[in-house]
């Protein structure tokens, strides 16, 4: 496009528009000659931004010397075509000098210059005039004005969309990140979490019990056992009618319907949730358990179960003890041994559906945990010498009434008890009915003053003391006072010298005190602890009583003589048999035991700690000892004739006591014997403790004694004695 012209456009006639060189236009007022103002040039001129403008200030014409003409932004533009554009890069700076002017009356925004002269050839523009008059002085109380600013204020900045998409990304990326983050712990790290809480409505758990260990005899037969039974148990939330439920079942099960009602009443969980599960009776037998099936009761269920039987009723019942119906150990060995009897039961957990579809669902959650069957004991015990002993106790004990009995049986060199029986006695497989008194161990609970048989243990301490020899003889009085308490003899010596054997023949208590004078008493109660007294044995009944020796500074003046011979003396008849034994096995004590062995599930057998061992007297003296022990047995009129066994040589010890409890002697005698066989090498040892409350035990323990033993050399077949027993002098 061609660049505009300077000059005004001409019309037709050659003359230019919005001008006139005498002050008039072609719109001039023909009646008054004034210029006009309805032509185009006029009219309007153009700013640089298009706005329309009139000529006229106020509507009034200029005056001055001439007609004014309106300066339009045409007649004054350069000559330069890129000035707009470089006004419009400076940021609008031209522009906005030339609005800063009419500010202050928008009215005026038409800038007007007294119209130029025609200009003729030949005339040169005048030169502009410099002031030469100095400017009059501010006044010093008037404000300098401000000067207007060189630079006008750049215009605000557009908005950048940049930062804000920026940020909005940030914020949306930060957003998906956290959300992507709390996906990934809910589904990986609080996964169990959820899903136990909603398994947990759905699931069904049921116990799977752990067969209980055995126990065995020394030879492998069963004493008692575990049996597959059955268990019943009820889900409240599905017994739609409790008392007709329990109706049905109470003759099958044998518990009263009013008690199965009471175990079938809705229960609420630790967690709030209702009980699922709740047993009715355990033990079942698999036939009763079939008939409760059959019955087919909404909510009664069967699972496997075991139950424990006790093949010999009441045989070694005092030893072995009895479960509960969950198999819990409650009493003797089975409590003492519960840890080891009883496993670890399992746990099966499934999937089941509601109501008629409470059956495990296919393909859903279950989980199964085995049970850990317990391991077996095998005892010392063994099972037909314990079932004899305890019929001949029993027997002899028919004609004591109200009376206690205890036999124990023991291996020399070993410490192994083959028997132990008490008297009364009960029936493990069903001991609810039994009398407690009945389910105590009398061996290891019947704390006893022994009697004349603790004269062994003073005698064979002035042994090894050297207080006495084998062929030591004393003059015996017929009584000895002690304190204020006098002693005497059943068989008087009338002041004779008597022989340590006989002393024992005819348990003299006046010979018995008179050693023990010259023993003291420090060293009676050193020997004492040395045979085993005032300490559990730690045979492994559970319970045992450890008796009580009488510190020498509580001794009164009676004590002196009523410790030798027994009296003022706590113990067991176990205590008392473990004491026979370290003089059998050569003066070695031997801690007594009942276990032999623990059989694991596998079949591994794991020996039992070894028992504690440590010597009393030495070997010459254990057997002088057992030697003289034989007067009691073989000098006629001896206290212990009766315990005699035919064939064998038997050396032993009667004694007659008091039964204590809770320190308080009792009315009646505690008779006892305590012998071994063969006398010149012991193989066994066997002690019989007898309380009868009208004082006839004495005719129940040597008698005992002496059939007990026979039974035991013939059942492990020991050979008669070869030689007989020595002579014995009583007053030499």
Same mark, same amino acid.
Request: hydrophobic share 35%; aromatic share 6%; charged share 25%.
């Given at each position: 496009?061609?660049?505009?012209?300077?000059?005004?456009?001409?019309?037709?006639?050659?003359?230019?528009?919005?001008?006139?060189?005498?002050?008039?236009?072609?719109?001039?007022?023909?009646?008054?000659?004034?210029?006009?103002?309805?032509? $185009?040039?006029?009219?309007?001129?153009?700013?640089?931004?298009?706005?329309?403008?009139?000529?006229?200030?106020?509507?009034?014409?200029?005056?001055?010397?001439?007609?004014?003409?309106?300066?339009?932004?045409?007649?004054?533009?350069?000559?330069?075509?890129?000035?707009?554009?470089?006004?419009?890069?400076?940021?609008?700076?031209?522009?906005?000098?030339?609005?800063?002017?009419?500010?202050?009356?928008?009215?005026?925004?038409?800038?007007?210059?007294?119209?130029?002269?025609?200009?003729?050839?030949?005339?040169?523009?005048?030169?502009?005039?410099?002031?030469?008059?100095?400017?009059?002085?501010?006044?010093?109380?008037?404000?300098?004005?401000?000067?207007?600013?060189?630079?006008?204020?750049?215009?605000?900045?557009?908005?950048?969309?940049?930062?804000?998409?920026?940020?909005?990304?940030?914020?949306?990326?930060?957003?998906?990140?956290?959300?992507? $983050?709390?996906?990934?712990?809910?589904?990986?790290?609080?996964?169990?979490?959820?899903?136990?809480?909603?398994?947990?409505?759905?699931?069904?758990?049921?116990?799977?019990?752990?067969?209980?260990?055995?126990?065995?005899?020394?030879?492998?037969?069963?004493?008692?056992?575990?049996?597959?039974?059955?268990?019943?148990?009820?889900?409240?939330?599905? $017994?739609?009618?409790?008392?007709?439920?329990?109706?049905?079942?109470?003759?099958?099960?044998?518990?009263?319907?009013?008690?199965?009602?009471?175990?079938?009443?809705?229960?609420?969980?630790?967690?709030?949730?209702?009980?699922?599960?709740?047993?009715?009776?355990?033990?079942?037998?698999?036939?009763?358990?079939?008939?409760?099936?059959?019955?087919?009761?909404?909510?009664?269920?069967?699972?496997?179960?075991?139950?424990?039987?006790?093949?010999?009723?009441?045989?070694?019942?005092?030893?072995?003890?009895?479960?509960?119906?969950?198999?819990?150990?409650?009493?003797?060995?089975?409590?003492?041994?519960?840890?080891?009897?009883?496993?670890?039961?399992?746990?099966?957990?499934?999937?089941?559906?509601?109501?008629?579809?409470?059956?495990?669902?296919?393909?859903?959650?279950?989980?199964?945990?085995?049970?850990?069957?317990?391991?077996?004991?095998?005892?010392?015990?063994?099972?037909?010498?314990?079932?004899?002993?305890?019929?001949?106790?029993?027997?002899?004990?028919?004609?004591?009434?109200?009376?206690?009995?205890?036999?124990?049986?023991?291996?020399?060199?070993?410490?192994?008890?083959?028997?132990?029986?008490?008297?009364?006695?009960?029936?493990?497989?069903?001991?609810?009915?039994?009398?407690?008194?009945?389910?105590?161990?009398?061996?290891?609970?019947?704390?006893?003053?022994?009697?004349?048989?603790?004269?062994?243990?003073?005698?064979?301490?002035?042994?090894?003391?050297?207080?006495?020899?084998?062929?030591?003889?004393?003059?015996?009085?017929?009584?000895?006072?002690?304190?204020?308490?006098?002693?005497?003899?059943?068989?008087?010596?009338?002041?004779?010298?008597?022989?340590?054997?006989?002393?024992?023949?005819?348990?003299?208590?006046?010979? *018995?005190?008179?050693?023990?004078?010259?023993?003291?008493?420090?060293?009676?109660?050193?020997?004492?602890?040395?045979?085993?007294?005032?300490?559990?044995?730690?045979?492994?009944?559970?319970?045992?009583?450890?008796?009580?020796?009488?510190?020498?500074?509580?001794?009164?003046?009676?004590?002196?003589?009523?410790?030798?011979?027994?009296?003022?003396?706590?113990?067991?008849?176990?205590?008392?048999?473990?004491?026979?034994?370290?003089?059998?096995?050569?003066?070695?004590?031997?801690?007594?035991?009942?276990?032999?062995?623990?059989?694991?599930?596998?079949?591994?057998?794991?020996?039992?700690?070894?028992?504690?061992?440590?010597?009393?007297?030495?070997?010459?003296?254990?057997?002088?000892?057992?030697?003289?022990?034989?007067?009691?047995?073989?000098?006629?009129?001896?206290?212990?004739?009766?315990?005699?066994?035919?064939?064998?040589?038997?050396?032993?010890?009667?004694?007659?006591?008091?039964?204590?409890?809770?320190?308080?002697?009792?009315?009646?005698?505690?008779?006892?014997?305590?012998?071994?066989?063969?006398?010149?090498?012991?193989?066994?040892?066997?002690?019989?403790?007898?309380?009868?409350?009208?004082?006839?035990?004495?005719?129940?323990?040597?008698?005992?004694?002496?059939?007990?033993?026979?039974?035991?050399?013939?059942?492990?077949?020991?050979?008669?004695?070869?030689?007989?027993?020595? *002579?014995?002098?009583?007053?030499?």
């Amino acid at each position: 496009m061609p660049p505009r012209s300077e000059d005004p456009r001409r019309d037709a006639a050659g003359s230019r528009r919005g001008s006139s060189r005498d002050g008039r236009g072609r719109d001039a007022d023909p009646r008054t000659g004034e210029p006009g103002v309805g032509g $185009i040039s006029g009219a309007r001129a153009y700013t640089p931004r298009g706005r329309t403008v009139r000529e006229e200030r106020g509507g009034q014409p200029r005056t001055g010397g001439g007609t004014e003409q309106r300066r339009t932004p045409r007649s004054t533009r350069s000559g330069d075509p890129f000035r707009p554009a470089l006004q419009v890069l400076d940021g609008g700076r031209a522009g906005a000098a030339r609005r800063a002017a009419p500010a202050a009356n928008r009215s005026g925004v038409v800038r007007t210059v007294a119209p130029r002269a025609p200009r003729t050839p030949g005339d040169e523009p005048a030169a502009p005039r410099r002031r030469t008059v100095p400017r009059t002085p501010r006044r010093p109380d008037r404000p300098a004005a401000r000067r207007p600013s060189r630079k006008p204020p750049r215009p605000p900045k557009l908005a950048d969309p940049r930062l804000r998409l920026r940020l909005g990304t940030v914020l949306t990326l930060a957003i998906f990140v956290t959300i992507g $983050i709390r996906l990934v712990f809910l589904q990986a790290v609080d996964t169990p979490a959820y899903a136990g809480g909603g398994v947990a409505d759905r699931t069904r758990t049921v116990d799977l019990p752990a067969p209980r260990g055995a126990i065995y005899d020394r030879t492998g037969a069963l004493l008692a056992h575990s049996v597959e039974a059955r268990y019943v148990f009820a889900d409240p939330t599905l $017994i739609e009618d409790a008392a007709a439920t329990a109706r049905a079942l109470s003759p099958l099960l044998g518990i009263p319907a009013s008690k199965l009602t009471e175990q079938m009443r809705p229960r609420k969980l630790e967690n709030g949730n209702p009980s699922r599960f709740q047993y009715l009776a355990r033990g079942v037998q698999i036939a009763t358990a079939r008939q409760v099936m059959a019955l087919e009761l909404p909510g009664i269920g069967v699972h496997r179960d075991e139950r424990r039987e006790v093949p010999g009723g009441d045989l070694a019942a005092n030893l072995i003890g009895f479960t509960s119906q969950d198999m819990t150990g409650l009493e003797g060995l089975e409590a003492r041994y519960d840890d080891v009897l009883r496993g670890v039961d399992g746990k099966r957990v499934y999937e089941a559906g509601q109501g008629d579809l409470a059956a495990p669902i296919p393909g859903g959650y279950s989980r199964t945990t085995p049970p850990k069957p317990g391991s077996s004991l095998k005892l010392t015990i063994d099972r037909d010498l314990q079932y004899m002993v305890q019929v001949i106790l029993s027997r002899r004990m028919a004609a004591v009434h109200g009376g206690t009995a205890a036999a124990v049986v023991m291996e020399v060199g070993s410490g192994e008890v083959l028997a132990q029986a008490s008297h009364p006695t009960y029936d493990a497989a069903k001991p609810i009915p039994s009398d407690p008194v009945a389910r105590e161990d009398v061996a290891t609970s019947f704390v006893v003053e022994p009697g004349s048989v603790h004269k062994a243990i003073t005698f064979g301490a002035a042994l090894q003391e050297g207080v006495i020899t084998p062929e030591t003889t004393l003059p015996i009085a017929n009584s000895i006072t002690r304190g204020d308490t006098p002693f005497s003899d059943t068989h008087p010596a009338n002041g004779k010298r008597m022989s340590v054997p006989g002393m024992l023949a005819y348990s003299s208590n006046v010979g *018995t005190i008179t050693v023990a004078d010259k023993l003291g008493p420090e060293r009676l109660i050193d020997y004492q602890r040395r045979f085993g007294l005032g300490q559990p044995t730690g045979e492994g009944m559970p319970g045992e009583a450890g008796g009580r020796l009488l510190p020498v500074e509580e001794w009164s003046d009676s004590s002196y003589g009523s410790v030798p011979i027994g009296h003022s003396v706590d113990a067991t008849p176990l205590q008392m048999a473990a004491a026979y034994a370290a003089i059998a096995n050569d003066g070695t004590y031997v801690q007594p035991r009942l276990i032999k062995e623990v059989v694991g599930p596998d079949g591994t057998k794991t020996p039992a700690e070894a028992p504690v061992t440590r010597p009393v007297l030495s070997p010459q003296n254990a057997a002088a000892l057992r030697t003289m022990l034989e007067a009691v047995t073989t000098v006629d009129d001896a206290t212990g004739t009766l315990a005699a066994v035919p064939g064998f040589r038997v050396a032993g010890k009667t004694g007659t006591g008091w039964r204590l409890v809770d320190g308080k002697k009792q009315r009646g005698e505690v008779s006892s014997f305590i012998g071994m066989a063969p006398a010149e090498k012991p193989r066994y040892v066997i002690a019989v403790f007898v309380y009868d409350p009208d004082s006839g035990g004495a005719r129940v323990a040597s008698p005992g004694f002496s059939e007990m033993m026979s039974y035991t050399l013939r059942h492990f077949r020991v050979a008669p004695t070869g030689t007989p027993s020595p *002579t014995f002098r009583v007053f030499p």
